[in-house]
């Protein structure tokens, strides 16, 4: 297995980190990541293969599990009750009433909403030039979710701090004071959801929260602390990903002058700059995964940035091309953890991009834009626009 050093915090990596994978992937469909000190699937073959065997999942083996420190406490016992670090049955069972309440009905019926709310977002922008991403792409998907959920718009920019403050424990650049906003961020919005849960059990509406509480399977409930974890996962991990993504489809789509929004610019806009580059699994038995050995308690990284530049499953990988159909892009994952927001994230970005481009035909960069130093995440600082 080819080992290789690169940091994830080098400014050269963190603006275009593609020519690393194609390095890497040239060698191999695995790599060893020295500075993760754990293998990576590279190719899109290896890494949709990780994502989807069941000899992997994302809950630590029992031995294998992560002693976190005191400090640390209040956030990892909000994660623990987390669908997306789970194994069934407990995975099985939680997405299964999640999805009860999360249905494609209730989505595709948001539309008319998230369409008249980014025209009004796009009709209240300062004078030009403006930032793009603090201006519509932020707010939009943290007032979509804000009203899914069932809590007043007035809520959505504590949501979004609480939201950046949480996801920022992924990141590579991760220190002791990122560690302690987090904890505050869940504490502030695991208390903020206590009272809201509260109200709905008393005032149930028509919304999420109100539908979560009522969700049945088999005469079973989500408990307190499993709702609590869910609506801040489906905050969490939608809204940060949303706005990567429209941030990173628009500098792509504004640079080649595309206009036209249709389901495949959007499924492309996915594909080429996804917003999610590494997702971790826990190795369960000891394997061999295109032709190395793994062995149990071993993670593996899946590089979903690395498998949609894939050229042996996408013809000029690094070309942005609509029209393509085959095969599926990783950035939604795969395999049980398939994410359980796709379709609200697809509905979101294909509205949005419309109507930027109905509202401001002829938007152009203001200035190139710069990706942040967020990895495993991949989002640019700002997109500053004109027109």
């Not at 796009?122 to 998907?141: C, E, H, M, T, W």
Request: aromatic share 8%; with cysteine; net charge negative.
């Amino acid at each position: 297995m080819k080992h290789a050093a690169q940091s994830p915090t080098d400014p050269t990596f963190v603006q275009n980190p593609y020519p690393f994978y194609d390095r890497m992937r040239a060698a191999g469909d695995v790599f060893w990541w020295d500075d993760y000190d754990m293998p990576c699937a590279v190719s899109h073959a290896a890494v949709m293969a990780a994502l989807k065997d069941r000899r992997m999942g994302r809950e630590a083996p029992t031995e294998m599990a992560p002693n976190h420190a005191e400090h640390l406490k209040p956030f990892y016992d909000i994660e623990a009750h987390s669908m997306l670090e789970l194994e069934p049955p407990r995975h099985t069972r939680l997405r299964g009433l999640v999805l009860r309440s999360f249905t494609s009905r209730r989505i595709a019926a948001l539309e008319p909403e998230i369409d008249a709310l980014a025209r009004d977002l796009l009709g209240n922008v300062p004078d030009r030039p403006f930032d793009l991403l603090k201006q519509f792409a932020q707010p939009l998907p943290a007032i979509v979710i804000a009203r899914l959920i069932g809590v007043p718009d007035s809520a959505a920019p504590d949501l979004l701090r609480w939201s950046n403050a949480m996801v920022a424990m992924y990141q590579a650049c991760r220190t002791r004071a990122v560690e302690d906003a987090a904890v505050a961020a869940t504490q502030e919005f695991k208390a903020f959801l206590e009272d809201v849960l509260t109200e709905k059990r008393q005032k149930p509406a028509d919304d999420l929260i109100s539908a979560l509480l009522a969700a049945e399977e088999d005469g079973d409930r989500l408990s307190k602390d499993e709702l609590t974890t869910t609506v801040i996962l489906l905050l969490n991990a939608g809204h940060e990903a949303t706005v990567h993504t429209m941030g990173n489809g628009v500098k792509a789509l504004l640079e080649r002058d595309i206009r036209s929004i249709t389901p495949s610019v959007v499924e492309e806009v996915m594909r080429f700059d996804p917003p999610l580059h590494m997702f971790t699994r826990w190795v369960y038995e000891d394997i061999d995964f295109f032709g190395h050995s793994l062995n149990r308690g071993q993670q593996i990284a899946c590089l979903l940035g690395a498998a949609n530049r894939d050229p042996a499953a996408f013809d000029d990988p690094n070309v942005f091309r609509p029209e393509r159909n085959k095969p599926a892009h990783a950035a939604f994952g795969g395999g049980i953890h398939f994410c359980v927001g796709a379709p609200l994230a697809r509905l979101e970005l294909l509205v949005g991009l419309r109507v930027l481009s109905e509202t401001f035909p002829n938007l152009t960069l203001a200035e190139p834009p710069q990706y942040a130093d967020v990895f495993h995440f991949h989002g640019l600082k700002s997109l500053r626009v004109t027109s």
